[in-house]
């Protein structure tokens, strides 16, 4: 699994690429929970190269969108592969976690709420 | 060369020790595998399935390390796809697994628990046994998935 992160408009955008299980659950979350704690909370997950994830992925977003919520910001994600989203629909997750179709439309998505949520 | 095996041999994966960072290589196994027998269009839920019980035996162990050789097998019987997960760790019967909180707001919603339900989301049926052997008792998960060889790719049980 590789991570990429950049950032774009005051939005940090985490490009991942790989498979997401439970050895490698641990470096992406500290990755995520990095930015957060840092004051930068308004997170793309960009997955588009995420080829794979288990149940060791959902703890991981739902620990770093609790964390980004809890201090005014969201995570966000875009880019999901259909075998992925299938995971996320399974599991409730889609209720909970708005999803994007891409990468610049989950950017702008924080812009029209004024980036405080 | 050596010649190409009848579609319903067994295939065997030994891990010993098995540690996380062999998970990659147990679903490598599983899709090489489960496309030579044919059964190509159930491999991202069986991957999905023994991924999560494989992490489970390591996560229960101890110091990153699941208990004692882990063994899984993979055959095809008629059109179903048959796994078996051995190992020699504590036993638990995934009968006894939590139900998962899927409707929660985000704020209440609690992280972890899903993989079992995961699992049962994917195959059609889990079967634990406890098995007396002569090195000591034996776990033994049976996973199936009916129709895995003609299952569409997306798979869901």
């Known amino acids: ?43 793309v997950a960009h997955f588009g190269g995420v080829e794979y994830t288990s149940s060791a992925g959902l703890r991981v977003l739902l620990s770093t969108l609790k964390e980004a ?39 702008a998505s924080f812009a029209n709420v004024g980036g405080a949520r | 060369m050596a010649e190409p095996l009848a579609s319903d041999a067994e295939r065997i994966l030994a891990l010993s020790p098995f540690t996380l960072d062999r998970l990659g ?19 991202d839920a069986l991957v999905l399935s023994v991924d999560e019980v494989c992490a489970n035996l390591v996560e229960h162990g101890t110091d990153g390390l699941a208990p004692g050789p882990t ?3 993979v ?16 036993p638990f019967d995934p009968a006894n697994a939590p139900t ?6 985000w704020i209440d919603r609690p992280i972890g628990g899903l993989g079992w339900f995961l699992v049962r989301q994917m195959v059609d049926e889990l079967q634990y046994d ?11 998960l049976t996973l199936i998935k009916r129709g895995a060889a003609s299952a569409s790719p997306s798979g869901r049980a």
Do not use: W, Y
């Open chain 1, 1 to 43: 699994m590789q991570i990429s992160i950049t950032q774009q408009e005051h939005v940090t955008i985490v490009a991942v690429t790989g498979s997401i299980d439970t050895l490698t659950a641990d470096t992406l979350v500290t990755a995520l929970l990095d930015e957060v704690t840092a004051g930068r909370t308004r997170i």
């Open chain 1, 69 to 107: 919520r809890q201090r005014g910001g969201d995570l966000r994600i875009s880019d999901i592969r259909p075998n992925v989203r299938q995971v996320l629909e399974l599991s409730g997750f889609t209720s909970i976690l708005k999803c994007f179709a891409d990468v610049d439309g989950a950017v």
């Open chain 2, 25 to 43: 290589d147990i679903r490598q196994f599983l899709r090489v595998t489960l496309a030579e027998l044919g059964c190509a269009g159930a491999t």
């Open chain 2, 71 to 73: 063994r899984v097998s």
């Open chain 2, 75 to 90: 055959r095809r019987s008629g059109d179903d796809a048959i796994i078996v997960v051995e190992d020699r760790g504590e």
């Open chain 2, 100 to 105: 998962p909180d899927l409707v929660s707001d």
């Open chain 2, 130 to 140: 406890s098995v007396s052997t002569a090195q000591g008792m034996l776990n033994r």
